[in-house]
């Protein structure tokens, strides 16, 4: 399915693009970066790079990881009876090679 063309000027794309832009950094949701970025050591490097070169916000590592509760107890699915998954702060500490 393609999408129909628009018809904007390039200063209404550009007041598109800015409104995109404006809402997606007031958001809250997470969102992955790239699969490029997949190991902390690549994520830390564009992390360095992207403070040195303007604005940004919330860049933290994250990976998918059990759910906890205040005890620290997986959340477990009702259904399933399976932890859910869902993001979570990494840490060095919390993922050594085993």
Known sequence: ?????????PAEWNEA???HAEATMAGERV???SAL????????QFIELA?????????????KA????????KIL???TRMPLI????????SHKAA
Do not use: Y
């Open 37 to 44: 970025f997949d190991t902390p050591q690549h994520a830390m």
């Open 1 to 9: 399915m393609v999408a129909p063309p628009v018809d904007l000027s």
């Open 66 to 73: 059990a759910l906890l509760d205040e005890k620290g107890k």
């Open 77 to 79: 699915n009702p259904k």
């Open 31 to 33: 969102k992955q970066l």
């Open 86 to 93: 869902g993001w979570a702060d990494w840490t060095p500490e």
């Open 17 to 19: 693009v800015k409104r």
């Open 51 to 63: 403070k040195r070169a303007g604005a940004c916000r919330d860049l933290k590592i994250r990976c």
